[in-house]
Structure formats: structure tokens, C-alpha cells
């Protein structure tokens, strides 16, 4: 297994931008490099919601329609880390964000495909 510590949450103004961070510090390159990672948000009162994934080469990206062109998905292997940079943010987008990870190289948005999940970070946008 891998565990999974998401960072870079805060308070932003509408329209700024944050960078968040998803970190497998205990896993290997090759190991992490095994897995798809998934980004999820679940803003209070509503229902968890895919937000973004990347396949374990970065060959194979997903954005929820909600996001797409404001947030960008990259991974770096070698550091077993993978990026959400999330710019021109909406007060919609507010939300605890989380990391997921589950095996095989294909990219997916189903919460119930990824085996390990991050705690969470929180991103709050004020308008």
C-alpha cells in the first residue's frame, strides 16, 4: 500500500491560485510509479466529486467538465509526487481536496477505483 499526504490548501480570493501537493514520501520510484492518481473534492453538505486524474506515465489525463482549462494535473515520479495547480478559482471550488491512488496505468473518475486515499487539505475561496 501507499499512503498519501496532500498539502498546499489555504484561503484564496476568487480568481487567485493555489497549488496543491500529493506526496507518497515511503513509497519507491518504481512503486509509485504503479499507480494512477486521482483528485477528488467534497464541499460540505454535498457529495464527493472527481475533479482530476492522471495515469502512471502521464499518458492518460481526466478533468471534470467544472475545471477544465483552470486546473492542471502534472506528476513528477521521481519526487512520488503529483501537482493539482488550480488557477482562476471560483468560490464554488471550495472544498476539502483529496489524493487517491490506485493500481494500473489507466486513468479513471470513479472514487471506487482508487484504493488509497490521502486526509485531505482544504481550499476555501472567498468572493
Known amino acids: 500500500q501507499v499512503q498519501l499526504v496532500e498539502s498546499g490548501g489555504g484561503l484564496v480570493q476568487a480568481g487567485g491560485s493555489l497549488r496543491l501537493s500529493c506526496a507518497a514520501s515511503?513509497?519507491?520510484?518504481?512503486?509509485?510509479?504503479?499507480?494512477?492518481i486521482g483528485w477528488f473534492r467534497q464541499a460540505p453538505g454535498k457529495e464527493r466529486e472527481f475533479a482530476a486524474a492522471?495515469?502512471?506515465?502521464?499518458?492518460?489525463?481526466y478533468y471534470t467538465d467544472s475545471v477544465k482549462g483552470r486546473f492542471t494535473i502534472s506528476r513528477d515520479n521521481a519526487k512520488t509526487t503529483v501537482y493539482l495547480q488550480m488557477n482562476s478559482l471560483k468560490p464554488e471550488d471550495t472544498a476539502v481536496y483529496y489524493c487517491?491512488?490506485?493500481?494500473?496505468?489507466?486513468?479513471?473518475?470513479?472514487?471506487?477505483?482508487?484504493?488509497?486515499w490521502g486526509q485531505g487539505t482544504q481550499v476555501t475561496v472567498s468572493s
Open positions: 487517491a491512488a490506485k493500481f494500473g496505468g489507466a486513468a479513471t473518475m470513479s472514487s471506487y477505483d482508487y484504493n488509497y
Open positions: 515511503q513509497a519507491t520510484r518504481r512503486t509509485f510509479s504503479s499507480y494512477t
Open positions: 492522471i495515469s502512471w506515465n502521464g499518458g492518460s489525463i
